[in-house]
C-alpha cells in the first residue's frame, strides 16, 4: 500500500522461450494467454512474439504482460484453474521461462 492509501497494480512480466518446432502449440499457449483477460482483478492481457528490432532478447520469442488491480488479485489469477490450464498448454512448447512483476503507477 502506497502512503496516500491506495493499493498499487502489478504489472506481471513474463518472458517466454517458446518451441518454433511446434507452432501449432504456440499458437494455442499464446492464445490460452491472451483469454485470460477477462479474469477477475486483470486489468490487461498482452501477449505475442517479440518484434524489438535491437538484437537483446537473450533468445525470448514471447511475452506476456498482465496488468493486476493489486498483489492480492495477481495471486488470486497464479491459483485460478484457468490460469493452470493455460500453463499446462504453454508447457508443451516452454523451453525457458522469466517472471518478474513490479508495481505499475
Known sequence: MRENGAV???VHTVLLDLDPAVPEQVTAAVEGLRALVD???VRSMTVGPNVSPEP???G???AAVAVF???AA???YLVAPRHQDAVAV???CLRRVLVIDVEGS
Open 8 to 10: 498499487p497494480p502489478i
Open 69 to 71: 488491480e493489486s498483489a
Open 74 to 76: 495477481r495471486d488470486d
Open 39 to 41: 479474469l477477475p482483478g
Open 56 to 58: 537483446l532478447s537473450d
Open 60 to 62: 525470448f520469442t514471447h
Open 90 to 92: 504453454l508447457q508443451r
